[in-house]
C-alpha cells in the first residue's frame, strides 16, 4: 500500500538534503573524540564527550541534565568516576505521546596498527562511506536524531512528539550505573513515556532496512592464573615452575570446540526450544549467505552454512568468543617472557529464557572442576564482570507500526522483521521501567564493521537514516499515545 | 692457596672504589636510552646506542668500526635496518695474549604499567640496588669492562692484554645478522684472539659468585591462524563461524603439560643423557631450593622440588614456553572482539646436543597433525623464527683458571662452575670462529629480574664486576697466549 505525500516530510527530506555536509561535519566532530570506555585513561574524553554532546541538545532546546551515577571498581580494585548520564526532555504537550530515545556515545578501541587505512578517531569520506571508530556504533545515529530534531526547527514544524532522551557513555563496557538511574526514574521522568526507540543496530543485509524486536545478552568472564611474583626469563626460568600462560591456554581450549558447540555442561538447559512458527519467520528473511561469508572473510562459515542456522546462531542460540588475554607478550616481536599473571577473557550471549546468574553458575563450577582436574599448584580465579539477560518482544503494535510506514516512506520497501546478535543491555531496563513497546530501528549496513578495524557509515545510511528518524516522530506522532 | 697481593690491582681497586659516583652516572645514561631491539618502533634509539658506546669507546683510545649488517624482515614481511655491529681493537703487541670482549646494549621491553615501581628508563638506585632496565642484561656489564679498562689508564698501567671488542644491538632479537659478520671476519679481525669472555649472565645465587661454561639454545616459534578479514563483532557475528582464538588456544595447549613435560613427540631425541659423574657435580653446587621458590614467588616448583632435578631441568634438558599471542585483546577491560587474526608465540630452550633444524621438524611436523587432527577450516601457519643451538666447553683451561684467580682476587671465594638455562646464541660462533676457549663471567645475581619488571643489578655487584674484569684481565695477561 503506497501511503499518500506528506507535506510536511517533503519539507523535512528536503531540508536533510541539503544539509549533508553540516551533518558529516557534525559527525566529524564526534568521532574525533576518543570515548572509549573500556579504557581507563580515556576516561576524561568519554567525560568531554557528554559534555559536547549536552551542548548539541541544549542548542536544540532540550532540558538535559548530567546525571552523577557514581563509580566503577577497575579489576585491580581502584574505583574509577563514571561518565554522567544524560537526561534531557523536549516537549511537555499533552496532547502527544512521547517518545524516549536512547544512544550511546563511546566506542569500542581502536588503534591505525590494528589495521585501519585511515586514522581511526579522523572521520574520513572515501568512495561515500565515512571512516571512523563509532561512525555507525552509535555516534552516527545519535547525531541522526539530533538532525531530524534540528530539520523540524528550522523548517518551522512541530514536532509531532514529546520526547525524552537517554544518552550514556559507558555502552561498550556493560552501562554500569544506567539501570539504577532508570528504576529510580521510573516515577518521574519516565512516568509519561508511550514509547521507546533506540538505534543502536544494524541492517542484516548492506541493502535492505530491517527493525529489530530481539537481542542477545551478554555474560562477560575474566579467568586469572598466576604462577609467580614477577615476570620471570624464560631461559633462565624455563622448565622449574608450571607456567600460568600454560594453565590458561589449558583453561580457555575446554570453552568451546571448532564447531562453535559450547563445552560447559547445563550452558543451553534453559534455551526456548524452536518453535515451527518461528522455523517459517526464519526462513522468509532476506539474509545472503555468500554475502554475508565475503563480507567476513571467513573460509567456511559453521552449520554447514545453512541460512536458518547460520541466523539462529547469531540471534537465538548462545554463543561463546575467546576475545583475549592481559598481561601475556602481545607486542610483535620475539620477548622470552614467562608472564606472572595472565587474565583470559571470554564471553557468552545469552538468549531467552537464560539467566545470567545460573550462566554465571554454570560456568564458575566447570571451570573449577576443570581446574581441578588440570591439577596445577598456581593461583586461579574465574569472575563474571557483567551479566545481562536478553531482549525479545513481540512486534506487533503501533510502535512497529509506525516504524514499518516512516521505512516505506524513506526506503520504499517493507523492512524484514529481524533479531540480533548483540547485545544492548538495558533495552530490557527500558521495557520494564516504561512498561511500554521498545522499539530497535537500525541506521547503519551490515558490514559497517562495529568493534572492528575500519567502522564506517555509509553517508546514504546516515543522511537517509535522518530521514528515517524525521519521518518514525512523524508516523508515531500519528498513532497517538 | 691465597693469592700473593698484586700492587696493578691495589692501584686498580683503588682507582674504582674512587670512582663509584661516575659510574653509577654512566651507567644511568645508558639505561635511558630505550635500546629495544625487538620493537620495531624503537629501532632508532638502538642505533642511538650503538652510537653512544663508540664515542665511549673512542675516548678510551679503541678504535672502533660501526660494522653494516643488513635488514631484518619484520613477521608482516617489511625490512628494517639492522643496528651496526661494533668491532673494535685497542692494543697490538705481540708479546702480549689477545682477548676477545662480547656483550650486547640492547634490551628487553619495559613499561611501568607492567608493574615496575620506578620509571624503566630512569636508573634509579634504592637500597643499594640500581633499578632500571638493561643495569644487569647487559647494559651494566659492559660498562664494566669500560670501566675496568679506564682504572687501567688512569693508573698509568700498562693493560695486561690486547683486546678486541664485540658490542650488538640486536642480541634480544636473535642476534641477527652477527653470526655472518663474525664468520666473514674469522681470517682479519679474529685471526689472532687466544681467548673470548663474554659477561652476559648471572649467578646462580645471590651470593657467590660463578663462572660458566654451558648455555642452552634457543627455537622460536610463531603459529599463526586466521579466520575472517577483519576484527569481528562478537554479539554480531559469534556462534556463525569457528573463532581463530578457539584455534589458538587449542594448538597452544597441545606443548606442554603442567609438569612441564613437552608434549612433542621426538623432540628429547639428541638430548645427551645424564652421566655419573655430572650427576655429582649438580649436585655439589651451592644452590638453595628455598630462596629460588621465594625470589620466583611460585606457589610450587617443578620435579618434587628436588634441587639437581631444578638445576638439570635449567641447564642440560629442554624446556616450553608460552610467551603470549599477538592480535588478540590484550588490553584492561571487556573488549567483546573476535580477533581476525592471532599469532601463537612459544620457544623451546635447546641442549646439546639438539639441532634447531631437528627441533623445528619435530614442531612443524606436530603441530600439522594437530591442525590436522582439529579439523579447522581456518588458515594456519607455524614457523620458527628463530633457531640457536646450544653451547657447552670443557672449563678446565687457562681461560677458566685466570677467571678463578680474579674472582678469588675480588670475592675471596672459589666461584662455582655452572651451567645457563638462558641463551647467548652468538657464544657458539664465537667458539668455532676463534677455535680458542670461551669464558662466561657473569656480573649480576639471580634475582636481578632480566627481561621481568624491576630489573637491578646491585651496586656492589656493578662496583666488584669492574674489579673482578680488571683482575681477569691481569690474570690472562699472565698465563700468556
Redesign the interface.
Known amino acids: 500500500m503506497a501511503l499518500p505525500e506528506s507535506r510536511t516530510l517533503s519539507l523535512i527530506f528536503k531540508y536533510v538534503d541539503d544539509h549533508v555536509l553540516n551533518y558529516i561535519e557534525l559527525l566529524k566532530e564526534a568521532v574525533a573524540i576518543k570515548s572509549v570506555s573500556?579504557?581507563?585513561h580515556l576516561r576524561d574524553d568519554c567525560i568531554t564527550m557528554v559534555k559536547w554532546l549536552h551542548c548539541k541538545l541544549k542548542a536544540l532546546g532540550v532540558e538535559a541534565e548530567e546525571c552523577d551515577v557514581g563509580t566503577q571498581t577497575?579489576?585491580?580494585g581502584r574505583p574509577l568516576r563514571l561518565p554522567p548520564v544524560i537526561l534531557g526532555s523536549l516537549g511537555n504537550d499533552p496532547s502527544k505521546p512521547t517518545v524516549c530515545i536512547y544512544g550511546h556515545i563511546d566506542v569500542?578501541?581502536a588503534a591505525q596498527e590494528?589495521?585501519w587505512h585511515t586514522e581511526p578517531f579522523n572521520l574520513t569520506e572515501i568512495d561515500g562511506k565515512l571512516y571512523g571508530r563509532g561512525a555507525s556504533d552509535d555516534k552516527g545515529p545519535v547525531l541522526c536524531w539530533l538532525n531530524a530534531i534540528q530539520a523540524y526547527q528550522k523548517q518551522e514544524l512541530p514536532i509531532p512528539v514529546n520526547l525524552k532522551f537517554v544518552f550514556e557513555a559507558m555502552e561498550?563496557?556493560?552501562s554500569e550505573g544506567l539501570e539504577d538511574l532508570l528504576k529510580q526514574r521510573k516515577e518521574s521522568f519516565f512516568q509519561n513515556v508511550d514509547y521507546v526507540c533506540i538505534s543502536d543496530n544494524?541492517w542484516l543485509g548492506k541493502d535492505k532496512p530491517c527493525l529489530t524486536y530481539g537481542l542477545?545478552g551478554?555474560c562477560?568472564f575474566f579467568i586469572e592464573v598466576t604462577?609467580?611474583?614477577?615476570?620471570?626469563?624464560?631461559?633462565?626460568?624455563?622448565?622449574?615452575?608450571?607456567?600460568a600462560?600454560?594453565?590458561m591456554?589449558?583453561l580457555?581450549?575446554r570453552?568451546?570446540?571448532?564447531?562453535?558447540t559450547i563445552l560447559i555442561p547445563n550452558i543451553n538447559n534453559d534455551v526456548l526450544p524452536v518453535t515451527d512458527d518461528e522455523r517459517r519467520q526464519y526462513q522468509e528473511i532476506d539474509f545472503s549467505v555468500l554475502d554475508?561469508k565475503t563480507e567476513?572473510?571467513?573460509?567456511?562459515?559453521?552449520?554447514k552454512e545453512d541460512k536458518t542456522k547460520?541466523l539462529m546462531?547469531?540471534w537465538r542460540?548462545?554463543?561463546?568468543?575467546?576475545?583475549?588475554?592481559?598481561?601475556?607478550?602481545?607486542?610483535?616481536?620475539?620477548?622470552?617472557?614467562?608472564?606472572?599473571k595472565v587474565i583470559g577473557?571470554f564471553?557468552i550471549?545469552i538468549v531467552p529464557n537464560q539467566d545470567p546468574i545460573a550462566v554465571e553458575k554454570a560456568v564458575v563450577d566447570y571451570l573449577n572442576k576443570e581446574w581441578a582436574k588440570?591439577?596445577?599448584?598456581?593461583?586461579f580465579k574465574v569472575s563474571m564482570?557483567?551479566g545481562a539477560k536478553a531482549w525479545v518482544t513481540d512486534p506487533r503494535n503501533s510502535n512497529y507500526e509506525a516504524a514499518i510506514r516512516a521505512t516505506k516512506r524513506v526506503y520504499n520497501t517493507e523492512p524484514d522483521m529481524t533479531r540480533?546478535?548483540?547485545?544492548i543491555p538495558i533495552t530490557l531496563t527500558f521495557q520494564e521501567v516504561t512498561d511500554k513497546s521498545v522499539i530497535l530501528i537500525p541506521i547503519g549496513a551490515?558490514d559497517d564493521?562495529?568493534?572492528?578495524?575500519?567502522e564506517k557509515l555509509d553517508r546514504r545510511n546516515y543522511i537517509q537514516g535522518t530521514k528515517l528518524l524525521a519521518a518514525y516522530l512523524y508516523e508515531i506522532g500519528k498513532m497517538g499515545k
Do not use: W
Open positions: 573500556c579504557s581507563p577497575l579489576p585491580d569500542q578501541p590494528d589495521g561498550e563496557s556493560g544494524y542477545r551478554l562477560y604462577c609467580a611474583c614477577k615476570d620471570l626469563h624464560s631461559g633462565v626460568y624455563g622448565g622449574t615452575i608450571n607456567e600462560m600454560s594453565d591456554v589449558y580457555l581450549s570453552l568451546v570446540d571448532k564447531d562453535g554475508y567476513l572473510g571467513s573460509p567456511s562459515l559453521l552449520h547460520l546462531s547469531r542460540f548462545p554463543s561463546l568468543s575467546v576475545h583475549g588475554m592481559e598481561g601475556c607478550f602481545s607486542d610483535p616481536g620475539t620477548k622470552t617472557v614467562i608472564p606472572r577473557k564471553s550471549r588440570r591439577g596445577s599448584s598456581n593461583k564482570v557483567h540480533e546478535g548483540g547485545s551490515c564493521g562495529a568493534h572492528s578495524q575500519n
